[in-house]
């Protein structure tokens, strides 16, 4: 008997099967992490010794793979940060860009508008191109009341509201998949290899939020904050429901949507996810979210570009999300420039700036 964990099926059918590692268009990526993060109890904490990726070594693999430029989502608000720019911004110039942080032990602490003003105004000229909010927020974050803060509580008004004047983005993070939030992990669940190996990702028996609950802060954000443009990171939350997506796209003209880490969830679904980018042409932006290989460059690349059909979106070994595999959208050209850079250059203003265009 194998184990499920050990079982590694060879497809015997007879279809392309060829990598694709130099994108038809150069790409930026808004989506990636160039620092060490680690997640306790559902939360993202900071590692005191954070050390980066190896800059030239990254800086090498954005040459090979035609990424124009990269978005690291890791600026955290303390020394690490200009640590951080000096690695890759002040060293590559033009490559990379990073997205800031916030210090949340500051928000009742009063101050927390004139600390966030500053720091984004003492930035925005070193690098910083927009502001990452981390999924902690709704799902680890509590108020000193005991409730668990959420991305639509007006204690954070300050934030979206400097983003606006700054003219910078958020790319915020607030729901998990769906199979997250499911109360009982079994063989039900399509996710289960992963929650197996990753336990404290499962949120359906802890007292956070729920999905729906987090969703319709989601809603709230975007609703009660029009001048601010959101990114609402892996498809809005919701890859699994497109049409869903859709309705939340058309009601908000301020949210975008980036790719990171679900072309799976995309790829599987092919016929819906090519007439929802085709549609949202100009609402979606190309990330990843992995340091790029030639695993998941070429199932990206692959599903955004070609009609390969049954093509693994990653390495198993890397991050096996669900055991399927994909298919492509063979997007045209004009479409897929949107997605590969154009809408990153109209929606984070500060790359078009550090490449001079």
Request: aromatic content about 12%.
């Amino acid at each position: 008997m194998i184990k499920l964990n050990e079982y590694r099926p060879v497809s015997r059918l007879e279809i392309p099967n060829e990598q694709r590692l130099i994108s038809k268009f150069p790409v930026i990526d808004v989506h990636n992490h160039l620092g060490k993060t680690i997640f306790t109890n559902s939360q993202i904490t900071n590692q005191s010794n954070l050390k980066e990726c190896d800059p030239r070594a990254v800086y090498e693999s954005t040459n090979r793979f035609n990424i124009r430029h990269m978005v690291s989502l890791d600026g955290w608000p303390d020394e690490r940060l200009d640590q951080h720019i000096d690695a890759y911004v002040d060293k590559y110039p033009g490559r990379f860009s990073i997205f800031a942080r916030i210090d949340y032990k500051r928000l009742e602490e009063g101050g927390f508008d004139k600390w966030i003003d500053n720091h984004l105004a003492s930035y925005t000229g070193r690098g910083i191109t927009g502001i990452k909010i981390a999924k902690n927020l709704g799902l680890g974050i509590k108020k000193k009341d005991g409730r668990y803060l959420k991305p639509d509580d007006e204690i954070l008004r300050p934030v979206w509201e400097s983003a606006a004047k700054y003219n910078i983005p958020v790319l915020i993070h607030i729901a998990d998949p769906v199979a997250f939030f499911d109360k009982v992990i079994d063989c039900t669940n399509e996710r289960y290899e992963e929650l197996d190996e990753h336990p404290d990702w499962s949120f359906g028996n802890k007292d956070c939020p729920g999905f729906r609950e987090l969703l319709d802060s989601q809603e709230n954000l975007l609703g009660k904050n029009p001048d601010t443009r959101f990114i609402i990171a892996h498809v809005g939350s919701h890859a699994e429901n497109l049409k869903d997506v859709g309705r939340m796209l058309d009601t908000y003209p301020n949210m975008y949507v980036d790719t990171a880490e679900r072309i799976a969830e995309l790829g599987r679904q092919p016929y819906t996810s090519r007439d929802f980018l085709i549609k949202y042409q100009d609402r979606v932006l190309y990330g990843t979210d992995l340091v790029p290989t030639t695993d998941n460059i070429s199932g990206n690349y692959r599903f955004f570009e070609t009609k390969d059909e049954f093509f693994p979106y990653n390495s198993f070994e890397e991050h096996n999300q669900g055991r399927w595999n994909i298919y492509g959208v063979y997007l045209d050209d004009d479409v897929l420039k949107k997605i590969y850079y154009e809408n990153a250059l109209k929606v984070v203003p500060g790359i078009r700036k550090m490449l001079n265009l």
